[in-house]
């Protein structure tokens, strides 16, 4: 059994390009929800339905990390809403992301709320916030069955993980910015959703 989680961790590291870089290039383009992302040059379909720039957030439950209570976001209002979806916590480019989002993102206004979602369990997500000194962010899990991932067009076939991404809510529950990145082991441009967000918020 240890030999096999052992073997599941490295495959994570070697699928989604999370292995030894320093510094993952940061991706500037974005593919749609519902198409296809890649891992050096081999393509991964993206399941489920496409989620648009315009239209409400779909109603999906997620866990939250600290409390294991059940959160929907498209009920969320009064804030905008900065999602950091990552395929994996444990992994050195989604580690990378997340620290970003919360260490850079301590400039952002108090209007915007950070979330960090991937389908990592619950427990994990929660030893990282801890251990990464980074508890200022939300923590949400799709460990369950994968209905945020099917719910927006963000689920990775085969791995049936989520695909590496930003998405921007305004206060409103209305989806505003998306960015899934093309390339699993590059990161998103964190500093346009930031400037992004800034302005969803009315502080720029």
């Given amino acids: 059994m240890k030999a096999a989680n052992t073997f599941f ?19 500037r383009a974005s593919v ?27 109603s999906v439950l997620l866990v939250d990390a600290m409390t294991m209570k059940e959160v929907d976001l498209s009920k969320e209002r009064g804030k905008v809403l900065f999602l950091s ?15 970003y989002l919360g260490e850079e993102g301590d400039r952002l206004p108090a ?38 991932g099917r719910a927006t067009g ?8 989520l695909a590496r991404s930003v998405v921007l809510v305004d206060k409103e529950g209305v989806v505003r910015y998306i960015q899934i990145v ?7 441009d964190m500093d346009a959703a930031f400037s992004k967000a800034q302005d969803l918020a009315g502080e720029k």
């Fill in 182 to 188: 093309p390339e699993i082991a590059h990161l998103p």
């Fill in 111 to 148: 209007a915007v709320r950070r979330i960090a979602i991937s389908r990592d369990l619950p427990f994990a997500q929660k030893r990282f916030a801890e251990e990464a000194k980074l508890t200022d962010i939300q923590y949400l899990s799709d460990y369950k069955a994968g209905e945020f």
């Fill in 32 to 58: 749609d929800p519902g198409s296809s992302v890649s891992f050096r040059g081999n393509r991964l379909a993206l399941l489920g339905t496409p989620l648009a720039v315009g239209k409400p957030l779909p």
């Fill in 154 to 161: 963000f689920l990775v076939d085969g791995l049936k993980l």
């Fill in 85 to 99: 979806i990552v395929p994996s916590i444990d992994t050195k480019v989604c580690e990378a992301q997340t620290h």
């Fill in 9 to 27: 961790l490295m495959f994570l590291a070697v699928t989604l390009g999370c292995a030894t870089q320093a510094k993952p290039p940061v991706d």
